[in-house]
T-cell receptor
């Protein structure tokens, strides 16, 4: 069973509303990832962190999303102004090291934007 | 750029059939290869991984061999069960990618009793 905890499991928002989801990575894992999985099961990488530092992020994340991994608090991903196309499963994953390491995923937050 | 191609979008089998899901990859470096499985309502979970040419990964009767020559990592199982029904993803991670994992499009396996 996954030790990465994501909350909430389901999130329903109207267009233009903020949507915020949280993730507690597996204990001892300093590297955290966010992926978006669409209804066709395709994965889109959004952003990753090592401790509190952003390692990599895509343009979309930079412009419309905000994410952080503060020390001693859950990581979070927030969509500033939700759009219908943001409806997806948002997956958080953690790993021990930066390079070529196994990712351990949470169960995800399913966002529906009406 | 790095990418993973899974040929089969969906595979339908009966219990005790032999399974093959094809996976080919493209990477600039020497990637680590993974097979993940995702059940409904859950996140992907690691089935197994391989990091070197000719290395075989295996778990729960599933296996795949890293083949650098043909850039492949095909998933096989000799005898599937209904409980194996899930979506299977081939994936790779490259030293140059900050551990970002590139996933294939997934293969939906349906096993009928």
């Amino acid at each position: 069973n996954s030790k990465v905890i994501q909350t909430p499991r389901y999130l329903v928002k109207g267009q233009g509303q903020k949507a915020k989801m949280r993730c507690i990575p597996e204990k001892g894992h300093p590297v955290v990832f966010w992926y978006q999985q669409n209804k066709n099961n395709e994965f889109k990488f959004l952003i990753n962190f090592q401790n509190q530092e952003v390692l990599q992020q895509i343009d979309m994340t930079e412009k419309r999303f905000s994410a952080e991994c503060p020390s001693n608090s859950p990581c979070s991903l927030e969509i500033q102004s939700s759009e219908a196309g943001d409806s997806a499963l948002y997956l958080c994953a953690s790993s021990l090291r930066r390079a070529q390491n196994t990712l351990y995923f949470g169960a995800g937050t399913r966002l529906s934007v009406l | 750029g790095d990418s993973v191609t899974q040929t089969e979008g969906q595979v339908a089998l009966s219990e005790e059939d032999f399974l093959t899901i094809h996976c080919n990859y493209s990477a600039s470096g020497y990637p680590t290869l993974f097979w993940y499985v995702q059940y409904p309502g859950e996140g992907p979970q690691l089935l197994f991984r391989a990091s070197r040419d000719k290395e075989k990964g295996s778990s729960r009767g599933f296996e795949a061999t890293y083949d650098k020559g043909t850039t492949s990592f095909h998933l096989r199982k000799a005898s599937v069960q209904e409980s194996d029904s899930a979506v299977y993803y081939c994936a790779l991670s490259d030293l140059n990618s900050n551990n970002r994992i590139f996933f294939g499009d997934g293969t939906q396996l349906v096993v009928k009793p």
